[in-house]
């Protein structure tokens, strides 16, 4: 078993992932015991990310407030205990609805090369709205 005490501190999203101000509490980095990553990501009203994919997929679990998750096909509103379940190498986005606050647990794993993401262009605000 490995025990990690609770504490440091959030972390600020950068502006290359996203738009408005978003907080980062990392829950772990995959490492040579496990290829899992997964973070508790806090949007404010309006932030988002930018478009991205994940090689291996992505599992977000929604912990508080009212968001969207997006992908080239449209937008899906999310809420708390909502799970989404993203595909490996589909393009999408998430965040906070325009009022409100959102925060998920973001899961993914590590690809062979240890990637667990790709970045790609800012939300715009149509895809967004």
């Known amino acids: ?17 996203f738009t408005g101000d978003v907080y980062v509490d990392t829950i772990r980095n ?5 290829a899992i990553g997964c973070a508790h990501v806090h949007f404010t009203p309006g932030a988002r990310t930018v478009w991205h994919t994940h090689p291996m997929g992505q599992t977000l679990y929604v912990t508080d407030g009212i968001g969207y998750v997006g992908t080239r ?3 899906q509103e ?7 379940y993203i595909e490996p190498g589909e393009e999408h986005w998430h965040g906070a609805s325009p009022d409100r606050f959102m925060s998920h647990i973001a899961m993914q794993q590590a690809d062979e090369h240890g ?3 790709t970045w790609g262009e800012a939300t715009t605000e149509e895809d967004y709205l």
């Open 1 to 17: 078993m490995k025990y990690t005490q609770s504490g440091g501190q959030s972390a600020k999203g950068p502006h290359d992932w």
């Open 30 to 34: 995959p490492d040579n015991q496990t």
């Open 73 to 75: 096909a449209g937008k």
């Open 78 to 84: 999310i809420h708390p205990g909502d799970v989404v």
């Open 115 to 117: 990637e667990v993401v």
